[in-house]
């Protein structure tokens, strides 16, 4: 089991923010966010094909989507 079993959501802030989303995309996020969650640095890896397999989706689809998904994000390489 995780260190951190459960992830806050406060639905009303995640609306707030993630409206411009479509289904894929806050499917995509979702994912994302609980992978994030799991992880002790709370972080996302920098490879496209690995957040591609994370988001279940192809690497075509998830390089569509990566930019408006990723600007909720921030890079600290």
């Not at 075509?60 to 990723?70: G, R, S, T, V």
């Amino acid at each position: 089991m995780a260190d951190f079993p459960a992830l806050p959501l406060w639905t009303d802030s995640y609306l707030a923010d993630t409206r411009r989303l479509n289904t894929l995309e806050h499917g995509a996020y979702l994912l994302l966010l609980m992978e994030a969650w799991r992880r002790p640095t709370c972080s996302l890896p920098d490879d496209d094909d690995e957040l591609a397999k994370l988001t279940d989706l192809s690497v075509e689809e998830w390089l569509a989507i990566k930019p408006k998904i990723m600007s909720f994000w921030t890079y600290d390489g």
